[in-house]
């Protein structure tokens, strides 16, 4: 099975640009959860969708969002950016129906910088 | 604010000795999971414990979880140069479902 794939792997983008990022769970899965991780914050969660809808959601501003599609496949759009934006983006599935969050799969992630 | 906080936050050993790892967390939850993470890159689930669990192995793992202190600790034994990473770990809170990380310990092990 392949694993959860995210595009692009590196990003740079200069301050009140936007950026999209994608997310394809692994083949089954139709929870997924994006992450930021920062050396000062650690890893955040922003988000969870579940069957096109959002399940869950961390505590960020509204310039943060997300959708997801039909065959699970996920998107991060970040609007207005900001310096601090600058981070790892970090995407993981779950074979989750109901029940609380289990086991996560990882994908490697998108690095952004925001100059 | 972070629930789950890691102790310590660094750690370097020797090839072959046992390193243990701690995690502290504030309110109840439905279960806690470890991950490693290797340089930058993408997290590895390790182990899951719930909450009605007291110790879990796999492998050089050995996972144990305390809900009356809320703590738990991830004990790798024997370790490998490969075991070399950051582990953190994560609580599901069964109040809103909602996954919170650590913010880490960062494991060397020495050659």
């Known amino acids: 099975k392949a694993g959860v794939t995210q595009t692009p792997r590196y990003l740079i983008k200069t301050r009140g640009q936007q950026v999209t990022l994608s997310c394809s769970p692994i083949s089954g899965h139709r929870s997924v959860s994006w992450y930021q991780q920062t050396p000062g914050q650690g890893l955040q969660f922003l988000f969870e969708y579940f069957s096109e809808t959002q399940r869950n959601k961390g505590n960020f501003p509204g310039r943060f969002s997300g959708r997801q599609f039909s065959n699970s496949r996920s998107e991060m759009n970040v609007s207005t950016l900001e310096l601090g934006d600058s981070a790892l983006y970090l995407c993981?599935?779950?074979?989750?129906?109901?029940?609380?969050?289990?086991?996560?799969?990882f994908g490697p992630g998108t690095r952004l910088l925001v100059l | 604010s972070q629930q789950g906080e890691e102790d310590p936050q660094a750690l370097s050993i020797q090839e072959g000795e046992n390193a243990t790892m701690n995690c502290s967390y504030k309110?109840?939850?439905?279960?806690l999971q470890w991950y490693r993470q290797n340089s930058g890159r993408g997290l590895v689930h390790l182990i899951l414990i719930r909450s009605n669990e007291r110790e879990k192995h796999s492998g050089r793992l050995r996972v144990t979880l305390d809900t009356s202190k809320k703590s738990s600790s991830l004990l790798i034994t024997a370790s490998r140069a490969a075991d070399t990473a950051s582990y953190f770990c994560a609580t599901v809170s069964n109040r809103d479902d909602k996954i919170i990380f650590g913010k880490g310990t960062r494991l060397h092990i020495l050659p």
């Open positions: 993981a599935s779950s074979s989750r129906l109901a029940g609380a969050l289990e086991t996560q799969y």
């Open positions: 309110t109840s939850i439905n279960n």
